[in-house]
């Protein structure tokens, strides 16, 4: 048998493992402002940053949660997609006020999100298998209600109030900015300090230990797609008040570099799990290589590849973390 390592190294570790990513944040940006200093460090930069990454940080935030219980949502770039037309329809088609349009929406992501937690949980079909069945139908109702044609705003345009959502700013960064940091403080809060996210957390890790404390898996389960969905048409309202028209092919875009965000995530601040400050960190990574590359004069295939690499990358280490994890719990077995 081994001997343990000492404890030096083993806090070492942990450091590099919980704070290796927000190190790396830090180092890019620096690497990034002297490379191109007239223009990456600057407050318009920095601005356009946190407005074109808001909506990939809420779906990487809202894929968090069923991450947490093991399971994977993949329909959520297709119901982003339906709840940004859907929008459109409701204010420029059938003329509601966009208040009432943005809550249905938003209701109806969440019911979707529940849909899927049943589909998976009591139908017992694997939630990659699932949630991809789901998605296909929801891009199909896209389809059905744009008839794979744009829906665009007659000439009066969008009301004020609705694009402000998304355009308006707050203490001189865009209000988007802060919806991400609104919804983190509540997932950290929910994950991190409720019973509901140990019960998540006790569901992902050992299922049979979930069930043998009693914790009712399926309800959790069900709630954990149901939060996602409510983030997925948040994010679809926001996206609708982002680009003013109605595409029903924009929302497979953000499904990558969400997935990337939230399991790079996983290996951040609280490595071998899900969690939402580790998911903020990723996606701040993430829009900070994107930003620097592009202002490089990176050709328009690098950003793919630069998810893909990252995914991969990502996985690998969300997988490293979670053994180092375990070995970690077994040695301090007696």
């Known amino acids: 048998m081994s001997a343990p390592r000492p404890a030096p190294v083993h806090r070492l570790g ?20 002297l490379a191109l200093p007239d ?6 930069n920095i601005s356009a940053v946190l407005s074109g990454q808001s909506i990939p940080a809420l779906l ?7 991450i947490a219980t093991g399971r994977f949502d993949l ?6 997609g339906l709840a940004h037309v859907l929008t459109m329809q409701l204010i420029v088609g059938d003329g509601w006020t966009w208040p009432l349009a943005c809550v249905v929406v938003i209701l109806g992501g969440a019911a979707v999100g529940a849909v899927n937690g049943v589909v998976v949980e009591f139908a017992r079909i694997d939630s990659f298998i699932a949630t991809l069945g789901t998605g296909s139908i929801m891009y199909a109702f896209t389809g059905w209600i744009t008839d794979g044609a744009r829906i665009v705003p007659g000439p009066q345009g969008l009301p004020a109030g609705f694009t402000d959502l998304y355009d308006s700013r707050f203490l001189g960064l865009p ?3 802060f919806y991400v940091l609104a919804l983190t403080a509540v997932l950290w809060l929910l ?6 996210g140990r019960y998540l957390y006790v569901i992902g890790s050992n299922p049979r230990a979930a069930e043998l404390v009693g914790i009712p898996s399926r309800r959790y389960i069900v709630l954990a797609f149901t939060g996602s969905g409510f983030v997925v048409g948040v994010a679809g309202v926001l996206l609708a008040a982002q680009q003013r028209t109605g595409n029903p092919s924009v929302g497979m875009d953000y499904l990558l570099p969400a997935f990337v965000g939230a399991l790079l995530g996983s290996t951040a601040i609280r490595p071998g799990r899900a969690n939402a400050l580790g998911t903020l960190v990723a996606v701040t990574v993430l829009a ?3 930003a620097g590359i592009g202002q490089l004069g990176a050709r328009f295939w690098v950003t793919p590849l630069f998810n893909g690499t990252t995914l991969l990358i990502a996985v690998g280490l969300a997988g490293w973390a979670a053994r180092r994890q375990l070995r970690h719990r077994l040695r301090r077995q007696p």
């Not at 223009?39 to 318009?44: A, G, R, V």
């Not at 990487?60 to 069923?66: E, F, R, S, W």
């Not at 329909?75 to 982003?80: E, T």
């Open 60 to 66: 990487a935030l809202g894929a968090t949660i069923p």
């Open 175 to 177: 209000v988007s900015a």
């Open 288 to 290: 900070i290589g994107l």
């Open 14 to 33: 942990h450091l590099v493992g919980a704070y290796g990513l927000l190190a790396l944040t830090a180092l890019l940006f620096l690497a990034f402002s």
């Open 75 to 80: 329909s959520i770039g297709y119901g982003l």
């Open 39 to 44: 223009t990456f460090p600057t407050l318009d």
């Open 191 to 196: 994950l991190e300090r409720l019973p509901l």
